[in-house]
Antibody, heavy 117, light 112 residues
Framework: EVQLVESGGGLVKPGGSLRLSCAAS????????MNWVRQAPGKGLEWVSS????????YYADSVKGRFTISRDNAKNSLYLQMNSLRAEDTAVYYCARDLKGPQTTWGQGTLVTVSS | QSALTQPPSASGSPGQSVTISCTGT?????????VSWYQQHPGKAPKLMIY???KRPSGVPDRFSGSKSGNTASLTVSGLQAEDEADYYC????????????FGTGTKVTVL
């Protein structure tokens, strides 16, 4: 069974840092591009970042560029999101998602990040 | 990176049809046949309902259909059922220049 499990969320103060992880299982992780998508409380979905299967191509939304870093470790079947200089508006459930283009799209259950003093 | 535009709400009685629009630009919806639609129930992760404009993943009922004309994509839910009440989001690939994907603003579908 294909599974994505996020972890690392929590409460952090403005200006602080947090590292999210996404553990993948049930498929050949190294063959797929991966993404982070977030959803602020009561709001819609917002694409955050994408990374290609071999990490050759990386993209960020303007709202997080320069503050967030996406990475992956194919040997560990894991995706990461390093979040620095966090702001209140970064408060959201963060989902990792496999391949947002086609039938293989799969989402994790999400991890909540709360930025508050 | 503007979100794709969806109506905030749509509704229909059981058995009726509802159509949700998703308007973008030639740089996203109009430029690629990589439009997806997601269903999201409260507190749950999004579920893929349509990919590549009009294709249904295995297990999604054929009551769900998608189409696209120019910069606007549409999702139609026919034969509405109570369990179809949810939020629906479109998304589109947007190329590799600056950003990759863009999501719609979301539509709340209510089954009356």
């Amino acid at each position: 069974e294909v599974q994505l499990v996020e972890s690392g969320g929590g409460l952090v103060k403005p200006g602080g840092s947090l590292r999210l992880s996404c553990a993948a299982s049930g498929f050949t992780f190294s063959s797929y591009s991966m993404n982070w998508v977030r959803q602020a409380p009561g709001k819609g979905l917002e694409w955050v970042s994408s990374i290609s299967s071999s990490s050759s191509y990386i993209y960020y939304a303007d709202s997080v560029k320069g503050r967030f870093t996406i990475s992956r470790d194919n040997a560990k079947n894991s995706l990461y999101l390093q979040m620095n200089s966090l702001r209140a508006e970064d408060t959201a459930v963060y989902y990792c998602a496999r391949d947002l283009k086609g039938p293989q799209t799969t989402w994790g259950q999400g991890t909540l990040v709360t930025v508050s003093s | 990176q503007s979100a794709l535009t969806q109506p905030p709400s749509a509704s229909g009685s059981p058995g009726q049809s509802v159509t949700i629009s998703c308007t973008g630009t030639s740089s996203d919806v109009g430029g690629y046949n990589y439009v997806s639609w997601y269903q999201q129930h409260p507190g749950k992760a999004p579920k893929l309902m349509i990919y590549e404009v009009s294709k249904r993943p295995s297990g999604v009922p054929d009551r769900f259909s998608g189409s696209k004309s120019g910069n606007t994509a549409s999702l139609t839910v026919s034969g509405l059922q109570a369990e179809d009440e949810a939020d629906y989001y479109c998304s589109s690939y947007a190329g590799s220049n600056n950003f990759n994907y863009v999501f719609g603003t979301g539509t709340k579908v209510t089954v009356l």
